[in-house]
């Protein structure tokens, strides 16, 4: 079992950048595929970015493709979200999950342990 949390949000103005990290605890990060969402006030949660074990193979949603990047270091136990030129529909909470087993990336139900979540709030 792992436990995910993370950090980094905060308010930040509209073209502004943060970066969200994702520290894991009781099992080594490098066993999961690992993903972000966010779910923004009355929205169902999306993906958002997800990375390979290896750090070698990423994907995006279309919407956040040349803004966000997502990285691992497996040796530090933590992914990361940089989320740069942030825009108003950028604000919800930003959650990281491990899935263990293969599946679709951007489908929620591949991943079996989630975070908390950290809130970003992006202003006009």
């Known amino acids: 079992q792992v436990q995910l949390v993370e950090s980094g949000g905060g308010l930040v103005q509209a073209g502004g950048s943060l970066r969200l990290s994702c520290a894991a605890s009781?099992?080594?990060?490098?066993?999961?595929?690992m993903g972000w969402f966010r779910q923004a006030p009355g929205k169902e949660r999306e993906f958002v970015a997800g990375?390979?074990?290896?750090?070698?193979?990423?994907n995006y949603r279309d919407s956040v493709k040349g803004r966000f990047t997502i990285s691992r270091d497996n040796a530090k136990n933590t992914v990361y979200l940089q989320v740069n030129s942030l825009k108003p529909e950028d604000t919800a909470v930003y959650s990281c999950?491990?899935?263990?087993?293969?599946?679709?990336?951007?489908?929620?139900?591949?991943?079996?342990?989630w975070g908390q979540g950290t809130q970003v709030t992006v202003s006009s």
């Open positions: 999950a491990a899935a263990e087993l293969p599946g679709v990336p951007n489908r929620a139900a591949s991943y079996k342990y």
């Open positions: 009781g099992r080594t990060l490098s066993s999961y595929y």
């Open positions: 990375i390979s074990r290896s750090g070698t193979s990423t």
